[in-house]
C-alpha cells in the first residue's frame, strides 16, 4: 500500500465557496485514494472537480499532513458558529460557468399555474348533489 496526498475541496463555507484543504491517505493506487478522501466528512461530494490532485508521498510527509490536520480548527469545530468564530481560512469562490453551466439556471423558476377556486355555495352544492339530502 502506498501513501498518498489528496487535495480537496471542502464546503461548509457557503454557496458555491470552497476551501482547498490537503488529507493523508493510505491506498494500492491514486485512484483508491481520491475515492476515499471523496467520502470523507466536509469535502464537497457532489461535484466531479472536487479532487483538486493526488500525488503520491513518502512517510515523513504522510506523519506531517495528519499532524497538520489535527491541528488545523476546520477540522475540530462541530458546528458553523465554531468555525465562524476559530477558523480564519482562504474562501475561494467557484465560477459555476467554468462548468458549462448559465449564472441564473439554478434561480430560475417555472410559472405559477393559476389555483381554480370555487366559492362556498359551489361546494356545499356539489356535495348536497352527490350524497343526496341530509335528514
Not at 6 to 26: I, Q, S, W
Amino acid at each position: 500500500m502506498g501513501m498518498y496526498e489528496v487535495c480537496a475541496k471542502c464546503g461548509h463555507v457557503g454557496r458555491n465557496n470552497y476551501v482547498e484543504k490537503v488529507f493523508a491517505v493510505k491506498a494500492s493506487d491514486g485512484k483508491e485514494a481520491a475515492a476515499k478522501v471523496r467520502q470523507l466528512p466536509r469535502v464537497k461530494h457532489d461535484q466531479k472537480d472536487a479532487i483538486r490532485y493526488v500525488r503520491e508521498i513518502g512517510e515523513k510527509r504522510y506523519a506531517e499532513i495528519i499532524n497538520m490536520n489535527k491541528m488545523d480548527p476546520f477540522f475540530r469545530c462541530h458546528n458553523i458558529q465554531e468555525q465562524r468564530k476559530t477558523c480564519n481560512m482562504e474562501v475561494k469562490r467557484e465560477d459555476r460557468r467554468e462548468h458549462g453551466e448559465k449564472p441564473g439556471k439554478l434561480r430560475q423558476k417555472r410559472p405559477r399555474q393559476p389555483i381554480k377556486r370555487m366559492s362556498s355555495s359551489k361546494l356545499i352544492n356539489i356535495y348536497y348533489n352527490e350524497v343526496g339530502p341530509v335528514c
